[in-house]
């Protein structure tokens, strides 16, 4: 069946370093991937998204790119802050379904 | 964005006690809800899909008479934690769809209730 991969945490960071958690998927067809992000205390907020190859999803300064050639789906941000410390979840869907497989989650610390 | 509203946030009751847990789509019809369990430092375990109008599909491992799940209208599902026990005490999170058959469909999730059993 579908699967996520994520690379294991926690991932802990100072202010203004540069982030990437990687993602990799197993899945027939055309999945549509996602990021979400968990607060602490909090529910989970779709962070980004991407439906096709090549797509790049973008959101408060994280990116993530479609490679299908690869089946990744890396999450980057360039200089992360304080507050960017959550859980961060990949996550698929298939086709038309709106049932989410998720990847085991990542927990990132950034440090002043 | 749509609104997905859950209810209770958190609960604590005693063992052997059932707990109600209500979500609700505020500004769209959700023909299928999910919900979810997190164990702590684990990701989302999907437990069940539920349809309104019809019985829930219910993932493997997961016993149907202990969660008991409603999705009586197009705008509410329940779920019913019953003869509640320490091991239940985890984290539950609904998510809801638009039922569209658009490639592009993402679900929208509760605010999560944390449930704890003593």
């Known amino acids: 069946g579908d699967s996520v991969t994520q690379m294991e945490g926690p991932v802990t960071l100072s202010e203004e370093a540069f982030l990437t958690i990687n993602c990799t998927y197993t899945a027939t067809g055309y999945p549509s991937l996602f990021w979400y992000v968990q607060y602490p205390g909090e529910g989970l907020q779709l962070l980004l998204k991407?439906?096709?190859?090549?797509d790049k999803g973008s959101n408060k300064g994280f990116e993530a790119t479609y490679r299908k050639e690869t089946t990744s789906f890396h999450l980057e941000k360039g200089s992360v802050q304080v507050s960017d410390s959550a859980v961060y979840f990949c996550a698929l869907t298939q086709g038309g379904s709106e049932k989410l497989v998720f990847g085991k989650g990542t927990k990132l610390t950034v440090n002043p | 964005g749509a609104v997905v509203s859950q209810h209770p946030s958190w609960v604590i009751c005693k063992s052997g006690t059932s707990v109600k847990i209500e979500c609700r789509s505020l500004?769209?019809?959700?023909?299928?809800m999910f919900w979810y369990r997190q164990f702590p430092k684990q990701s989302l375990m999907l437990m069940a899909t539920s349809n309104e109008g019809s019985k829930a599909t219910y993932e493997q491992g997961v016993e149907k008479d202990k969660f008991l799940i409603n999705h009586a209208s197009l705008t509410l599902s329940t779920l019913t934690v019953t003869s509640a026990h320490p091991e239940d005490s985890s984290f539950y999170i609904c998510?809801?769809?638009?039922?569209?058959?658009?490639?592009?469909?993402?679900?929208?999730f509760g605010q999560g209730t944390r449930l704890t059993v003593v």
């Open positions: 998510s809801a769809g638009e039922g569209s058959s658009s490639y592009n469909a993402e679900a929208f």
């Open positions: 500004d769209f019809q959700a023909t299928t």
């Open positions: 991407a439906t096709k190859a090549d």
